[in-house]
């Protein structure tokens, strides 16, 4: 009785263990805004945005590069990737196969949550 519930217990956190393929979409939402608070116009992966506002961004294995087309901004400000903490939980709770999944899936990345272009 005892080790079926121990079985139990251990198939069932297991199952809870999330990672970073499961819990991560593949973009994430950024806060892009001017240093001097002002809107600004640019793109991103050859997407057009508006900012101040929310830009998603497709989590990649390369850091992504905000162009400006506002005055006075400066033209490019490089976000850096970062892996995402839920990938080393992943490794601990799913071994090799989750990580491998997480970094094919290229789910594993996350950028800053806020990315403030300088501007005069």
């Known amino acids: 009785m005892k080790k ?6 251990m198939v069932a ?10 819990l991560n979409d593949k973009t994430q939402a950024v806060n892009v805004s001017a240093s001097n608070g002002k809107e600004i116009t640019g793109t991103i992966d050859g997407a057009t945005f508006k900012a101040p506002g929310i830009v998603n961004i497709t989590r990649e294995n390369k850091n992504k590069l ?6 006075g901004c400066a033209k490019e400000t490089s976000v850096e990737k970062s892996v995402d903490p839920k990938f080393f939980i992943n490794i601990l709770s799913g071994g090799a196969f989750g990580s491998t999944t997480d970094y094919s899936t290229e789910k594993m990345w996350r950028y800053s949550e806020n990315v403030v272009v300088s501007c005069k």
């Open 66 to 71: 905000v162009l400006v087309s506002t005055d």
């Open 4 to 9: 079926t519930i121990l079985v139990a217990s």
């Open 13 to 22: 956190m297991t199952a809870l263990t999330g990672c970073a393929s499961i």
